[in-house]
C-alpha cells in the first residue's frame, strides 16, 4: 500500500450524515390548526434535537387520520412528490403510527417513516447515559416495538442506521416476539433490581426534606439546578439534555434540604415510557415540594402547565405542596414588548401579567429570569420559607439547631 494512501479506505458501516425531513400533521375534529401549528413546531424542535433538518411541513383537514395512510391518497401524493424533487430521507409524522401504517407509507414514499413517539424515543436513546436510563430506553423501545413487529420488519432484512434506528432498533433478529417478550421481562427485572438500590439511596438519605424541579422540556430545570445547589448538572437548549435524575444537597441559611432535577415532559409523551421511567420519576413522588418551572415565554405556556399537571396526577404524584416558578422573563419582554414603549408602560404590562397569573395560579408563583440571575434571591427565600415550615411540622425539635 502506498504511505499517501494511509487512512483513505472507503469506511464501512452504516452512512450517518445529515437527514433532511419533511413534518406531517392532521388537523382532525379535536384539533385546531393553530395547535397542530404548535404541535409541528414542537415535533420540528424534536427532529432538530435528533439532528435531522425539517425543509416543510404538510398539514391536511380530516375528521380524522385515514387508517391506511395516515393523511388522504391526494395529500400522500403531494409528499410523495416533494420527497422526490428534494432529496428527504426522512418523514415524520405528528402522532403515532401502527406498523401496517408505517410499511404501507414507507413502501409508498420508499424513505425512512417515523412517528412523534418513535423520534422521542431515539432522542432519549441518543442520551441514555447510566445503565438505569439504557435500561429504561430500551424498555420502551422493546414495547413500541411489539406490537408493530409485523407491519414494521422483516428477518434479515439489511441494517439501517441514523435517526429512528439507534439502540435494539439496529438489530432486526431482536425482533422477533419470542425474543422481545424476553428481553422485555429481562428488562424489567433488571429497572426493579435498580429501583431498589435507588429506595436504599433514598432511605439512606436520612430525614431531609425533599423538593424536585418538574416541568417542560427546555424551561431551565437544569440551569435553575446548578444555580440552587451550585453544581454543574448539564443543561443545553435542546429537549431532553437531562433524562437522569440528578440529586444535590443545598443549604440555604443552614436549612438543608435535598433538591432533584428530573427528566422534562412533553405533550403525547408514549404512555410505554412514562412506564419505563417509573423508578426515576419515583422522585417526585416521594418529594414533599414540587418546584413547577414554566417558560413564560413560550406562546402556549399555558398549555404546557396543564400537560406537566395532567403527567404529575398519572404517575400519581399530584396533591403535593407546588412552587411555580416563571422563568425566562428576559425571554418575554424580548419577545412580546414593543421596543418603542416607554419603561413605564412596560412596567405596568409586566405588573397586570403576574397580578392575573397570581390570581390564576395562587399566591406560591415566583417571577425569575435564571440566566440572567433576576429575583433569584426571592426565588430563595420563597424556598427556604417553604422548607422551613416543613421541618417545623415534622421535626419541630430541630428547629433550634438551625
Do not use: C
Not at 28 to 46: A, R
Not at 151 to 166: C, K, V
Amino acid at each position: 500500500m502506498s504511505e499517501w494512501n494511509v487512512g483513505k479506505q472507503k469506511k464501512t458501516g452504516v452512512k450517518k450524515g445529515v437527514e433532511y425531513a419533511v413534518l406531517v400533521g392532521v388537523v382532525s375534529q379535536n384539533q385546531t390548526l393553530e395547535q397542530v401549528e404548535e404541535y409541528l413546531d414542537e415535533l420540528q424542535f424534536l427532529a432538530e434535537t435528533a439532528g435531522a433538518i425539517a425543509k416543510k411541513r404538510f398539514i391536511q383537514k380530516l375528521n380524522r387520520p385515514e387508517s391506511r395512510t395516515y393523511v388522504g391518497k391526494g395529500k400522500l401524493e403531494e409528499i410523495q412528490e416533494y420527497v422526490e424533487a428534494n432529496d428527504i430521507n426522512l418523514v415524520i409524522f405528528d402522532d403515532d403510527l401502527s406498523g401496517k401504517q408505517t410499511n404501507i407509507i414507507e413502501e409508498e414514499l420508499k424513505v425512512k417513516i417515523l412517528d412523534r413517539s418513535s423520534l422521542i424515543l431515539d432522542i432519549f436513546a441518543s442520551r441514555a447515559q447510566t445503565a438505569q436510563a439504557r435500561a429504561q430506553v430500551e424498555l420502551a423501545q422493546m414495547q413500541y416495538l411489539l406490537p408493530r413487529l409485523r407491519g414494521l420488519w422483516t428477518h434479515l432484512e439489511r441494517q439501517r442506521g441514523g435517526i429512528g434506528m439507534r439502540g435494539p432498533g439496529e438489530k432486526e433478529i431482536e425482533t422477533d416476539r419470542r425474543i422481545i417478550r424476553d428481553k422485555i421481562a429481562l428488562l424489567k427485572k433488571k429497572l426493579e433490581k435498580i429501583e431498589l438500590q435507588g429506595e436504599t439511596r433514598r432511605k439512606n438519605r436520612g430525614d431531609l426534606i425533599r423538593l424536585s424541579l418538574v416541568g417542560y422540556t427546555n424551561v431551565g430545570k437544569s440551569t435553575l439546578m446548578n444555580f440552587l445547589s451550585k453544581s454543574d448538572v448539564f443543561a443545553e437548549d435542546k429537549l431532553f439534555a437531562t433524562l437522569d435524575t440528578t440529586v444535590r444537597k443545598v443549604v440555604l441559611d443552614r436549612i438543608p434540604f435535598l433538591l432533584s432535577d428530573t427528566v422534562g415532559f412533553i405533550r403525547k409523551l408514549p404512555t410505554h415510557l412514562i412506564e419505563s421511567f417509573k423508578s426515576t420519576l419515583d422522585e417526585v413522588r416521594e418529594s414533599d415540594i414540587l418546584i413547577h418551572v414554566v417558560d413564560i415565554a413560550h406562546p402556549q405556556f399555558e398549555d404546557q402547565i396543564s400537560v406537566v399537571s395532567k403527567t404529575i396526577a398519572d404517575i400519581k404524584a399530584d396533591g403535593k405542596k407546588t412552587i411555580i416558578v416563571f422563568n425566562k422573563m428576559d425571554l418575554y419582554r424580548t419577545r412580546y414588548f414593543d421596543k418603542m414603549l416607554d419603561p413605564e408602560t412596560k412596567t405596568e404590562i409586566e405588573e397586570e401579567l403576574k397580578k392575573s397569573l397570581i390570581k390564576k395560579h395562587g399566591d406560591d408563583v415566583v417571577f425569575i429570569a435564571a440566566l440572567e440571575k433576576e429575583n433569584l434571591d426571592g426565588l430563595r427565600t420563597v424556598l427556604k420559607k417553604e422548607v422551613e415550615a416543613f421541618y417545623l411540622e415534622r421535626y419541630p425539635h430541630r428547629a433550634k439547631f438551625w
